[in-house]
C-alpha cells in the first residue's frame, strides 16, 4: 500500500520561493508519473506538472515559467518549487502518483501553502 | 487547454436516493475522464478512471458513462459517507484539467 506524505513551508511571503516535497512510501517508485495538484481557497483543482524517474518532467503552460519538479530516486522523493510567488499561489498543494499521465491514482494529505506580507 | 463544464454545481439529496452529475468537455476526449471524490481536509479519492472503471475498493453504487464529450456520473442510493464535493477531469491532453465541482449535500 504506497502512502505519499508531504510537507512544506507554510508561510511565504510575495516573491519568495515555494518548495514542497513528498516522499513515497511502499510500492515501486519507477513506473509512474510523480504529480503535483493544487486548489486555492475555495476554489477548484489545478493539474501543476510531473516528472518520471528518469526525471523527464511536463508542466501546466500557465505555470511553466515558475515551475521545477525535481525527483531524487534514492529517497523516493520528488520536489516542486515555484518560484516568485504571489497571493494567488496560496492553495492546499496535493502530490499524487499517476499511473498514466493525468491518472491520480493516490493522493498525499496535501499542505496549505500561504502567501502574504 | 480542454474545458470541462460540470455540473450542477451542487445538489441535495436524501440518503437512498440517486443522483447524477454531468460532465461536458470543450471537445473530443474519447474514453480519458476521471471522477474524484474530495472530502474537507482529506487528499481527493480516484473513484472512476476511463468513463466507467471503478478503482479498487469502490463501492458498486457510483457508476459512470459517456464519451467524446458528455459524460455523467451517478450515485444509486445515496449514503450519508458520500458527501462531498465531485470532479470530472480529462487527461487526454495535456495540461489535464479539471471540472469545477459539484458540491453533494444530504438533505
Known amino acids: 500500500q504506497v502512502q505519499l506524505q508531504q510537507w512544506a513551508a507554510g508561510l511565504l511571503k510575495p516573491s519568495e520561493t515555494l518548495s514542497v516535497t513528498c516522499a513515497v512510501y511502499g510500492g515501486y517508485f519507477s513506473g509512474y508519473y510523480w504529480s503535483w495538484v493544487r486548489q486555492p481557497p475555495g476554489k477548484g483543482l489545478e493539474w501543476i506538472g510531473d516528472?518520471?524517474?528518469?526525471?523527464?518532467?511536463n508542466y501546466n503552460p500557465s505555470l511553466k515559467s515558475r515551475v521545477t519538479i525535481s525527483v531524487d530516486t534514492s529517497k523516493k522523493q520528488f520536489s516542486l518549487s515555484l518560484t516568485s510567488v504571489t497571493a494567488a499561489d496560496t492553495a492546499i498543494y496535493y502530490c499524487?502518483?499517476?499511473?498514466?499521465?493525468?491518472?491520480?491514482?493516490?493522493w498525499g494529505q496535501g499542505t496549505l501553502v500561504t502567501v502574504s506580507s | 487547454d480542454i474545458q470541462m463544464t460540470q455540473s450542477p454545481s451542487s445538489l441535495s439529496a436524501s440518503v437512498g436516493d440517486r443522483l447524477t452529475i454531468t460532465c461536458q468537455a470543450s471537445?473530443?476526449?474519447?474514453?480519458?475522464l476521471n471522477w474524484y471524490q474530495h472530502k474537507p481536509g482529506t487528499a481527493p479519492k480516484l473513484l472512476i478512471y476511463d468513463t466507467s472503471k471503478l478503482d479498487t475498493g469502490v463501492p458498486s453504487r457510483f457508476s459512470g458513462s459517456g464519451s467524446g464529450t458528455h459524460f455523467t456520473f451517478t450515485i444509486n442510493s445515496l449514503q450519508p459517507e458520500d458527501l462531498a464535493t465531485y470532479y470530472c477531469?480529462?487527461?487526454?491532453?495535456?495540461?489535464?484539467?479539471f471540472g469545477g465541482g459539484t458540491k453533494v449535500e444530504i438533505k
Open positions: 499524487a502518483r499517476a499511473l498514466e499521465r493525468g491518472l491520480l491514482g493516490q
Open positions: 477531469q480529462q487527461y487526454d491532453n495535456l495540461p489535464p484539467t
Open positions: 516528472i518520471n524517474h528518469y526525471g523527464v518532467t
Open positions: 471537445q473530443d476526449i474519447t474514453k480519458f
